[in-house]
């Protein structure tokens, strides 16, 4: 059973930066996918980035793109969401997902294992 622990959430001004890390646990294979979705308050789970456990392959919701980058270091099974300027509407509660399956990663149904989320504030 894979498990996630996601770390780093924390309340920071806007243009300001954070890095969020989830540790992943368990039986990691090459197929493995990551993803950080976030939720903000009355609002659903979105998606924001994922990255494939082969080849670091990437890809990026378009209202983070070219703010937020998204790295693995596989010795640590670890997945980082680098978080550079962070505006007010990015405050949500960050969540750490993990699949296996290979298509339909931006669609929160597609993964399996979740984190426990991590709050992330930008005070407007």
């Known amino acids: 059973q894979v498990q996630l622990v996601e770390s780093g959430g924390g309340s920071v001004q806007a243009g300001g930066s954070l890095r969020l890390s989830c540790v992943a646990s368990g039986p990691i294979f090459s197929t493995f996918v990551m993803g950080w979705f976030r939720q903000a308050p009355g609002k659903e789970r979105e998606f924001v980035a994922w990255i494939r456990w082969a080849f670091g392959i990437t890809d990026y919701a378009d209202s983070v793109k070219g703010r937020f980058t998204i790295s693995k270091d596989n010795a640590k099974t670890t997945v980082y969401l680098q978080m550079d300027s962070l505006r007010p509407e990015d405050t949500a509660v960050y969540y750490c997902?993990?699949?296996?399956?290979?298509?339909?990663?931006?669609?929160?149904?597609?993964?399996?294992?979740w984190g426990q989320g991590t709050q992330v504030t930008v005070p407007s």
């Open positions: 997902a993990g699949t296996f399956r290979g298509s339909g990663l931006t669609n929160q149904g597609t993964y399996d294992y």
